[in-house]
């Protein structure tokens, strides 16, 4: 018994041959790379062929249901993003190597700077709540506008919230015995 003919897979690519500049403005239009373009360009194709099922369907579907589609999975691309990077926002090693200079090397500055990091970690979480996101970010190495654009806010209240929260988080670091004004 011989398999049916795909016509899915024809239909769905002349739609984005026909839509895929569309899609990629889309993409453009929420400042994500090239590569993320590409990842937008991916999902409107898997959704459109989970959604229409037919190469009939597929066929006729108008601009502003594929317009609405790629909206859409740019916004779902962009949110994931940002959850990932929240969950990720971490103290690391590189903060305290902010704080104290440079870290020793070998087991000692291992050891040193995951107690270093902790008590960094243990600094920030005691910081006004709306000062915490934008020093773990910081500290983290996003740079001022991309913690403005990743939170939704100004970069005028974002760079409030950073100078206010780096000077308590000094005068934290250095009520506990670290950074340049404890160690001299």
Request: proline share 4%; hydrophobic share 45%; aromatic share 4%.
């Amino acid at each position: 018994m011989a398999t049916p003919p795909d016509r899915l897979s024809p239909a769905l690519e002349r739609l984005l041959l026909r839509f895929g500049e569309m899609v990629r403005r889309v993409g453009r239009r929420h400042r994500l790379a090239e590569a993320d373009v590409d990842e937008v360009l991916q999902e409107v194709r898997v959704r459109l062929w989970r959604a229409l099922g037919s190469g009939e369907k597929i066929a006729a579907a108008p601009a502003s249901y594929v317009y609405r589609t790629a909206v859409s999975a740019a916004l779902d691309l962009i949110r994931r993003r940002r959850a990932r990077r929240e969950e990720a926002i971490d103290v690391s090693r590189t903060s305290g190597e902010a704080i104290l200079g440079e870290v020793r090397e070998g087991p000692d500055g291992v050891v040193e700077g995951a107690e270093l990091a902790r008590q960094v970690a243990t600094a920030v979480d005691e910081l006004a709540e709306s000062r915490r996101p934008v020093v773990r970010m910081y500290l983290a190495g996003y740079r001022l506008a991309e913690i403005a654009d990743l939170l939704g806010w100004t970069e005028g209240k974002t760079r409030n919230l950073l100078y206010r929260g780096l000077a308590d988080l000094r005068e934290r670091l250095t009520a506990m015995g670290i950074g340049p004004g404890a160690l001299a």
